[in-house]
């Protein structure tokens, strides 16, 4: 059974990114006593509802997936309860404004429920994920009437949302998208068929609210022309109750590698004379309101990547704790606490990576005006990292969780084998892992000559320096293992910077590369820094017991997972020329 690692969500969220210092002055947050008793009193909470109503819904889920019949969708047993529940308890819309019927929290804590819900049960939590983008979207570019008429019920958990992008001919390249819209009045009619829709449709809330890419006739070529519309699923009376359903129904839904309880759907529009939808800011410009929520959307994927991944340690280090092999349990065994040391590890680097950029999106929206710009450019920069890096990290844990039980955890009844089926879609969509790292060399690293990263190389050398500086052979050793992993960084940043001037093919070949070890960087960084702030309440008497444990922790990480981030170096700085040269008709 999961149980929410709420020591180290606590310490990351009070004492790391100091919460109540840090956003509780904020006129976002007026009002909200952001402090440890918030913290605790909401931890505490979620931590129960994933434990005791979500987890044990993963392997029902799994078991007993979502069929679609005559046009509508049947759930996997107990999710619309789930669901409910987590509407009623505020869940779906935590950081939403309160006038939207949010609760008005910061993000730093609508992280951290988002963990737990993917710990228990990936498939379930990816329903209110889609909702909560569905909303900002709408928050960001409805209307005043359709902010009235669909936030409050959406953040509220009543109804849900879904996001409609992809099509059998346009996936990450909208351009050739084919669903099409016509003016009709006040609204638009709307005809075509989407595919990958997930929780696109069920019965667990009372409504849902397809967000909706659709073509103009007039509209100019290629994805600079899709417009977005709001096509509800049953239409809304004036009063806000139900009306008659929209012509909009699933066909079918995918059968999946993993994520068995959600719903994939494809989605038909307009079957039987058009699907009546709204338009969602302006005409032909549907793709930017849709990439106005990308930065949480994939936040919360790279999120899902630790989730599966702190699933899978727990039931690998609880197997391990159980299995007796040669007179004694298995997690004595040297390679066997190996791995489980590297899953440990690997997982609280990704989380002090998440919760801590999570502090900087809140800044981005709430700090003062003139300070926004650079929290802003921070975010960007960190988002195609905390994506990419932690679901290609995720697959790895994953994977370890299935080796360490051994022949048992490749047999599906002991389910360690569905934390990895069902983490492998994280790192395809919302932007592949690809699409990931080439927006962060040609769009984040290139656009302001690496001066952003630059910063944050300052930051992690003022880290380094900080542990290089102890007296402490221990602390030292890890500071010296920073710098050099940070030294590596500044020289791969710099050699692609260049090289994007004068090959972008060349440098984006090598931007994957260049993801993974920025991504290892930054895990070590935000560890390092964690470790810090350990050492402070251990010179205090505090936290005794965890903050040993996270030294050594990062310790471990520091040593034996950051030089991965050497091996990606010495990758980008190859010639590069094999990959340009090599035919693709020899593949």
Known sequence: MYKAPLDDMQFLIDDVCKAGDRLGPLSRFEGLDVGSDLTTALLEEAGKLAADMVSPLRRVGDQQPARCADGEVSISPGYGEAIRALGEGGWVGI????????????????????????????????????????????????????????????????????????????????GPMKTRAERHGDHYKIFGQKIYITWGDHDATDNIIHLVLARLPDAPAGSKGISLFLVPKFMVNEDGSIGERNDVFPVSVEHKLGIHGSPTCV???????????????????????????????????????????????????????ERVQGG????????????????????????????????????????????????????????????????????????????????MGYVEETGAAQYLRDVRITP???????????????????????????????????????????????????????????????????????????????????????????GY????????????VALELLAKDQKTAFCQRKIATTEFYLHRLLPRGSAHADAILSPLQELNGYASDWL
Request: with cysteine; glycine share 12%.
């Open 521 to 532: 960087l930054f895990g070590g960084w935000h560890l390092a820094a964690s470790s810090l």
């Open 95 to 174: 950081a939403a404004r309160g006038d939207e019927g949010g609760q008005g929290l910061p993000e730093l804590y609508g992280t951290a429920a988002c963990e737990m819900w993917n710990s228990a049960d990936m498939a379930f939590a990816l329903e209110p994920f889609l909702s909560s983008g569905a909303a900002l979207a709408i928050s960001a570019h409805g209307s005043d009437e359709l902010k009235t008429k669909y936030l409050p019920n959406i953040n509220a958990g009543v109804w849900s949302g879904t996001m409609n992008l992809t099509e059998s001919g346009a996936g990450s390249d909208l």
């Open 428 to 518: 395809i969509y919302e932007g592949t892992n690809g699409i990931q790292a080439a927006d962060l060399v040609n769009r984040k690293l290139a656009r302001d000559g690496g001066a952003t990263m630059e910063a944050m190389h300052s930051e992690i050398r003022a880290v380094a320096d900080a542990l290089a500086g102890s007296s402490d052979d221990r602390l030292a050793s890890m500071g010296a293992a920073l710098a050099d992993a940070l030294s590596a960084h500044v020289m791969t940043t710099q050699t692609l910077l260049d090289l994007f001037k004068t090959d972008r093919s060349m440098a984006l070949g090598a931007s994957f590369d260049y993801m993974m070890q920025t």
């Open 267 to 321: 989605m038909a529009y307009g079957d039987n004379g058009g699907a009546t939808g709204y338009l969602v800011g302006e005409e032909h410009n549907g793709l930017a309101c849709m990439f106005t929520m990308m930065n949480e959307a994939r936040l919360k994927v790279g999120l899902q990547g630790l989730g599966a991944s702190e699933g899978a340690y727990q039931k690998a280090v609880g197997y391990a704790r």
């Open 328 to 407: 004694v349990p298995i997690i004595e065994h040297p390679d066997v606490k190996r791995m489980l040391m590297t899953m440990r590890a690997l997982n609280e680097a990704m989380r002090a990576l998440a919760y801590i950029e999570s502090l900087t999106m809140d800044l981005s929206h709430g700090a003062a005006p003139d300070e926004r710009g650079q929290w802003k450019a921070r975010l960007d920069l960190m988002i195609p990292v905390i994506k990419g890096w932690m679901t290609e990290v995720g697959q790895e844990v994953c994977s370890l969780g299935v080796q360490v039980h051994g022949g």
